[in-house]
């Protein structure tokens, strides 16, 4: 079955530090993608990242980054330089694709930058 | 376009009324999801739809009905509203490629409450 575990429920930080939030998954299939969703104080689920199983390259988005390790089943997300517009809940989530769009979410986890 | 509707936006119900939240995408989306969101939980899922006709139950889909008659429109019905049931209520839509899938866009939510 699959699952996400988004060991950290919340983080407080001070504006301009950079803040890793974690993300570990389980699935048996060998083919699954990844996600990343921001959902600021105003509700909406704001979409921020995709990455497929085969594809390990980190990725790079200004001050936002993600590190993706099989061997660790693992899909971090980094905000470097944190401002407080970051300040969101953040979802990490899990899809197994071949035409099953059906999306595992973790249980998100609180950032509040503080300025 | 509008992306995806939701209406209510609020609704308050007492226990054992019925109720159905709508759902409307103009981006021809073939799958289409409901979800409902509680505080430590994440996001879960409680019945999808990959096409007109086509419905699945989900994580989490006693209390609940859905039809999807068109590819526009994914309603979901509370049977007999229960307190068990307040919750936020996403809605989202998406497509795939190949049988990859892409990003979910999300509705703006109902906040529903059952006294």
């Known amino acids: 079955a699959q699952k996400v575990t988004q060991a950290q429920t919340e983080i407080s930080v001070v504006e301009k530090e950079d803040v890793t939030l974690d993300c570990v998954y389980e699935?048996?299939?060998?083919?699954?993608?990844l996600f990343w969703y921001k959902q600021p104080p105003s509700g909406e689920l704001v979409f921020l990242i995709r990455?497929?199983?085969?594809?390990?390259q980190n990725e790079i988005s200004g001050r936002y980054s993600w590190n993706f390790q099989k061997s660790t089943s693992s899909f971090n997300f980094t905000i470097t330089a944190s401002q407080v517009v970051d300040s969101a809940v953040y979802f990490c989530?899990?899809?197994?694709?071949?035409?099953?769009?059906?999306?595992?979410f973790g249980k998100g986890m609180k950032l509040t930058v503080n300025p | 376009n509008a992306g995806v509707t939701q209406t209510p936006k609020f609704q308050v119900l007492k226990t054992g009324q019925s109720m159905t939240l709508q759902c409307a995408q103009d981006?021809?989306?073939?799958?289409m999801s409901w979800y409902r969101q509680d505080p430590g939980m994440g996001l879960r899922l409680i019945h999808y739809?990959?096409?007109?006709?086509?419905?699945d139950q989900g994580e989490v889909p006693n209390g609940y009905n859905v039809s999807r008659s068109t590819t526009e429109d994914f309603p979901l019905r509370l049977l007999s509203a229960a307190p068990s049931q307040t919750s936020v209520y996403f809605c989202?839509?998406?497509?795939?490629?190949?049988?990859?899938?892409?990003?979910?866009?999300f509705g703006p939510g109902t906040r529903l409450t059952v006294t």
């Open positions: 989202a839509s998406s497509y795939s490629v190949a049988s990859v899938p892409y990003e979910q866009y």
């Open positions: 699935t048996r299939d060998t083919t699954y993608y």
């Open positions: 990455r497929n199983s085969f594809d390990e």
């Open positions: 989530a899990l899809s197994e694709g071949g035409g099953s769009e059906k999306l595992v």
């Open positions: 981006m021809n989306h073939e799958y």
């Open positions: 739809s990959v096409g007109a006709g086509i419905t």
